[in-house]
């Protein structure tokens, strides 16, 4: 059995489960490729770059191995988000394995905003910019608005700034620092030209995640823990060579430096392969409430 927590501006509503969907497997963690590795290693010790050269040379092998999850979560998040009427806007490397299945699910309109480390704020009453080693650094705000607002330009479809769809965010989350952010600027930035698109969240919890800080969007925001193996290597960062795009900071990173990840058509390819050749059993979701479970 899993509890999934959703949270909305006004309450908290737990949701029990039990056995919907396999990625919710009694061997949650289970990696036989690493435990072969640890097997001939003789050891139980292993180092996250050991982790990253394993994945590295077994690249086809993993992505078979979270096939399913990736595919069970991409349907249910369909089913929870109908896609006539939404589009996807996914930040940053976090959840590629999942927005790459939907990206390539017909009918699915679903982009990618490079966004990483993504947190600004007020700070002893000056406008500061916290990077990816939790640093402060001091930039006008303007002009890190401006930043912002053509990185967005670039990457935001202007077919969501001119129809009716609603917006979903999705991120993979540990605190929620990150989504909170994007989901107010993003927010800020689609209402200036339309102020009638609703823009929800949907939050991918790392394994152990608090996402403590979600409390803080205001509209309701859907999240599900990810207790699997696609959990476990998200976490650890082993598949991030493969993201769509290289990591974009405001302010830090130059726009010309945000280019597409040639890495990423390799596992986009894998991806692809299992789609047309590998059948999922899905199981069907018998609830309807503001869970995607």
Not at 47 to 68: D, G
Not at 112 to 133: E, G, M, Q, R, Y
Not at 172 to 182: C, I, M, Y
Request: aromatic share 12%.
């Amino acid at each position: 059995m899993r509890i999934i927590f959703t949270a909305s501006n006004k309450n908290w509503v737990i949701v029990i489960l039990v056995s919907l969907l396999s990625i919710y497997s009694s061997a949650v963690f289970a990696d036989p490729i690493l435990d072969k590795y640890l097997e001939q290693k003789n050891s139980d010790y292993y180092t996250l770059e050991e982790y990253h050269e394993l994945v590295k040379v077994n690249l086809h092998k993993y992505v078979k191995l979270i096939y399913p999850d990736v595919h069970q979560l991409g349907e249910a998040i369909l089913k929870t988000f109908n896609p006539k009427s939404h589009y996807f806007l996914h930040i940053g490397s976090g959840p590629f394995p999942v927005t790459t299945y939907l990206k390539n699910k017909k009918g699915v309109l679903i982009n990618n905003i490079p966004l990483s480390a993504f947190h600004d704020d007020i700070f002893n009453n000056k406008f500061w910019i916290v990077n990816s080693t939790k640093e402060k650094y001091n930039l006008p705000e303007k002009e890190y608005l401006n930043i912002l607002k053509n990185h967005f330009d670039r990457f935001v479809p202007k077919k969501i700034l001119a129809g009716n769809y609603k917006v979903v965010l999705i991120d993979t989350v540990q605190t929620g620092e990150s989504l909170v952010n994007a989901h107010r600027r993003v927010s800020e930035y689609i209402h200036k030209t339309n102020p009638n698109v609703d823009v929800t969240a949907l939050a991918l919890l790392h394994p152990n995640a608090k996402g403590d800080l979600l409390f803080k969007i205001k509209e309701p925001v859907t999240y599900v823990r990810l207790q699997n193996l696609l959990g476990r290597l998200l976490h650890n960062r082993v598949l991030s060579p493969y993201t769509e795009y290289n990591r974009f900071e405001p302010g830090i990173t130059a726009p010309e430096e945000v280019v597409r990840n040639p890495k990423f058509l390799l596992f986009e390819k894998h991806i692809t392969t299992l789609m047309k050749t590998q059948k999922v059993e899905l199981k069907p979701i018998k609830n309807k409430c503001d869970s995607i479970f």
